[in-house]
């Protein structure tokens, strides 16, 4: 069946760079995309961007300068790299395909 | 951006009862392709959010038909016919059509 796993650090320094992977199953990421959103906490959802069947890649304009969305179709991974991250990052951060949604993982944006 | 305004922002509901909500868009949803890509998901608490329908108004697989989806061009409604316990949390609606993909901000329904 269809799931997405999210992995990560959990704390992050400011003006650090986050990276994450969403390890897949269950469907195949070259006809398939994958989104990623975030949550600060007791907030609302954001898009941040996301990956298509073919590579191709849209992110949200208030990100796009600090973030990066690429994939590994032999490791069924989708990965995050958003740099010079700030306190107001502090969020879950989640991956997306269609209805499934992964776990989730916190990360913590604090020296 | 398209902003996606819901209301109320709270719902205070009894059990079997129904329960609507409201979504609209500041700009038509409408995508060059004919279909409108306007989704309502639900977030339990502590929970992540969960798709219950896509394109205004088709249900996700394992999604009871309490739960409908009405609207078009930017006006949409999510509504459930008897709320059951298992239905308390936040809902979302999130349009697909134009980039970024925006979410509103949230209906949270609880139990009266």
């Known amino acids: 069946q269809v799931q997405l796993k999210e992995s990560g650090p959990g704390l992050v320094q400011p003006s650090q760079t986050l990276s994450l992977t969403c390890t897949v199953s269950g469907f195949s990421l070259t006809s398939n995309s994958v989104h990623w959103v975030r949550q600060p906490p007791g907030k609302g959802l954001e898009w941040m961007g996301g990956i298509w069947g073919d590579g191709s890649t849209d992110y949200n304009s208030a990100l796009k300068s600090r973030l990066s969305i690429s994939r590994d179709t032999s490791k069924s991974q989708v990965f995050l790299k958003m740099n010079s991250l700030q306190t107001d990052d502090t969020a879950i951060y989640f991956c997306t395909h269609g209805s499934y949604w992964g776990q989730g993982v916190m990360v913590t944006v604090s020296s | 951006d398209v902003v996606m305004t819901q209301t109320p922002v709270s719902l205070s509901v009894a059990i079997g009862q129904p329960a609507s909500i409201s979504c609209k868009s500041s700009?038509?949803?409408?995508?060059?392709?004919?279909?409108?890509?306007l989704n309502w998901l639900l977030q339990r608490p502590g929970q992540s959010p969960k798709r219950l329908i896509y394109l205004v108004s088709k249900l996700d697989s394992g999604i009871p038909d309490r739960f409908s989806g009405s609207g078009s061009e930017t006006d949409f409604t999510l509504k459930i016919s008897r709320v059951e316990a298992d239905d308390l949390g936040v809902y979302y609606c999130l349009q697909g059509t134009h980039f970024p993909y925006t979410f509103g901000a949230g209906t949270k329904l609880e139990l009266k």
């Open positions: 700009q038509s949803l409408v995508h060059s392709d004919g279909k409108t890509y």
